[in-house]
C-alpha cells in the first residue's frame, strides 16, 4: 500500500474538461499568426529556474538492436545502466530523426506528437533520485534529491527496480492549441506509455503501468510541484519496471522481431498525408490485430477500414478487447464514410481513397465517467494512447507511414463505422499508407 501527500498527478480538472470532446481542429489554430510554438521549447525546459547545481548522467548508447538478445554482438549491459535505462528511454521518448531542411518541426522522436511540441517528459525514479530523462542529449537530469529509504520502500511496494513517470506540459502545445491542449496532450502520454511498456518488453524487463491516483502521488511527493503558475507538469502514468526472472519473454506478447531498427524508421507522413495507392500487405492486419490484443491498457475497441489491402475485401472490421483477429463488421467501399468521418473545417483531412487502411480507436467513455469521474479523462486517453502507439509501430514494421489526425467528427464516425454503445466514443484516428520518401529528410540521431 502505498501513500502520499497529494501533488500534481492527474486527477487536476484540467484533464477533466474536454472527456466530451468532439472538436475536429481548434478555433486558435485557425488564428495562429503562422509562427508555431517554438519545438525547441520542449527540448530546453529543464530545472533552470530553480537554484539547484545541475546534476547530469550521461547515459550509455542504446542498444540497435531489440528485442534484447537479438545482437549477437552486443556487449552486456552497462555497469552504470544496469537496467538498460538507456535502451528503454531511446525508443520511447528518444530523439530518433532531425530534418534539416524543415524550417518547422525539425525533431522526431520515436512516438508522435502533434506539430512536434512534445509537451511529454519522462521522468525516472532510481534509488539515488529523480531524474528528467533529457531526450536532446540523451542524459538524465536530476529533478530532486530524494530520501533514499523512502524510494527503496515505495519502488519495494511496487515491485519495481526503477519507476518511470510520464508526465505532461500542456502549456507547451496550449500556446498553439489553446484549450484543445489537454486532449493532445493526454493522447500523446498515452501514447508514450505504450512506447515505454513495448521497449521495456523488448528490453527483457517485467514492466507494470500505475494509473491510480495514490500510486501516482507517491511516486510524485517530495519533486513534481504544484504550485506553480505556468507551464505545469502533470503526472500521467507511472511505470513500475524490474528484471524479468529467467530472462524470457511471454509467447503473448507481440515484439517486432526487429523492433529497435522499426522505432527509428517510423513516421507520420509529410505535412499532407497523401500516400501512394499502393495495397499493404495482409499481414499488416495481422500485426495490427495481435499488436492491439496484447495492448497493455485493453479498454479500447479498434475498427479498421480497409480500404487498400491485398486478398482481403474492402470495408468494416472490429476487433474488442482481449480478442484477437478482425471480424468483418460490414463488406463495402469504405472511402465514402471516410470522407464524411474525416474532414477539418468541412474539407477532408487526408487522402483517404489512397491510404491502405484507417483505424478508430473507441472507448468505453460513459462507464469510465462513472467509475472515474473527472479522472476518466485521463484514463482513457491512456488506453487508447497505448493501443494508437502499437498501430503506428505495426504500421512501420511494414515500411508505411501511421497517421494520428484529429481532423474528424466523432458523431459521424460513431455512425458510420456502427458503433452501437452511445456511450462509446472514437478517439483516435490514425490511417496507414506508403509515403515512399516524402516524409522529409529524416537524419536519424543516434547517441
Ligand atoms: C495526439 C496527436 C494528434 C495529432 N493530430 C494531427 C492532426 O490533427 N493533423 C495532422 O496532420 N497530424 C496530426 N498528428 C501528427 C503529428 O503532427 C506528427 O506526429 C508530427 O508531425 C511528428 O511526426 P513524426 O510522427 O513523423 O515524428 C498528431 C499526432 C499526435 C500524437
Do not use: K
Not at 521518448?93 to 502533434?114: E, F, I, K, N
Not at 500542456?170 to 506509455?193: F, H, I, K, N, S
Amino acid at each position: 500500500m502505498v501513500t502520499a501527500t497529494p501533488s500534481a498527478f492527474a486527477g487536476d480538472r484540467v484533464w477533466a474538461d474536454t472527456v466530451d470532446s468532439r472538436r475536429a481542429i481548434p478555433a486558435s489554430l485557425q488564428h495562429a499568426d503562422g509562427h508555431d510554438a517554438d519545438a525547441s521549447g520542449a527540448w530546453a525546459a529543464s530545472s533552470a529556474s530553480t537554484d539547484r547545481p545541475e546534476v547530469r548522467i550521461a547515459l550509455p548508447p542504446p542498444a540497435l538492436r531489440l528485442p534484447h538478445g537479438s545482437d549477437p554482438h552486443s556487449s552486456d549491459p552497462d555497469d552504470s545502466d544496469p537496467l538498460g535505462m538507456s535502451t528503454l528511454l531511446y525508443y520511447a521518448v528518444g530523439l530518433t530523426g532531425y530534418d534539416p531542411q524543415a524550417d518547422r518541426w525539425p525533431l522526431h522522436r520515436a512516438v508522435a506528437s502533434a506539430r512536434c511540441l512534445y509537451p511529454t517528459e519522462c521522468q525516472v525514479l532510481l534509488p539515488h533520485g529523480i531524474y528528467r530523462y533529457d531526450a536532446a542529449h540523451h542524459h538524465l537530469l536530476r529533478t530532486a534529491e530524494l530520501d533514499p529509504g523512502s524510494v527503496a520502500r515505495l519502488l519495494d511496494d511496487i515491485g519495481a527496480h526503477a519507476a518511470l513517470v510520464v508526465t505532461s506540459r500542456p502549456e507547451r502545445t496550449a500556446r498553439l492549441y489553446g484549450d484543445y491542449a489537454p486532449r493532445l496532450c493526454a493522447q500523446e502520454a498515452g501514447m508514450t506509455v505504450g512506447a515505454l511498456h513495448l521497449t521495456a518488453l523488448a528490453s527483457g524487463l517485467d514492466v507494470e503501468i500505475h494509473q491510480d491516483p495514490d500510486t501516482l502521488s507517491a511516486l510524485c511527493d517530495g519533486w513534481l510541484d504544484a504550485d506553480v503558475d505556468a507551464d505545469v507538469e502533470y503526472a500521467m502514468a507511472g511505470l513500475a519496471v524490474a528484471p524479468r526472472p529467467g530472462d524470457t519473454t511471454s509467447g503473448q506478447d507481440w515484439i517486432p522481431s526487429e523492433l529497435a531498427r522499426i522505432v527509428r524508421a517510423r513516421h507520420s507522413g509529410p505535412l499532407i498525408f497523401d500516400p501512394g495507392p499502393e495495397p499493404a500487405p495482409r499481414a499488416l492486419l495481422d500485426d495490427l490485430a495481435l499488436a492491439l490484443a496484447t495492448s497493455p491498457l485493453p479498454d479500447c475497441s479498434a475498427y479498421l477500414c480497409v480500404n487498400r489491402v491485398s486478398e482481403t475485401p474492402c470495408g468494416i472490421y472490429r476487433t474488442t478487447p482481449g480478442c484477437g483477429g478482425w471480424q468483418l463488421v460490414a463488406e463495402r467501399d469504405v472511402v465514402p464514410g471516410l470522407e464524411r468521418i474525416g474532414q477539418t473545417d468541412g474539407r477532408v483531412s487526408l487522402n483517404f481513397r489512397s491510404a491502405a487502411a484507417t483505424v478508430y480507436l473507441a472507448v468505453p467513455r460513459a462507464r469510465a465517467v462513472e467509475e472515474y469521474g473527472d479522472d476518466a479523462f485521463r484514463r482513457v486517453h491512456l488506453a487508447a494512447g497505448a493501443a494508437a502507439h502499437r498501430v503506428t509501430i505495426a504500421a512501420a514494421c511494414h515500411g508505411l507511414a501511421a497517421r494520428v489526425h484529429n481532423g474528424y467528427d466523432a458523431a459521424a464516425a460513431h455512425h458510420a463505422l456502427g458503433l452501437s454503445d452511445p456511450g462509446e466514443t472514437v478517439v483516435f484516428q490514425l490511417a496507414i499508407g506508403r509515403v515512399g520518401n516524402h516524409a522529409g529528410l529524416r537524419l536519424p540521431v543516434v547517441f
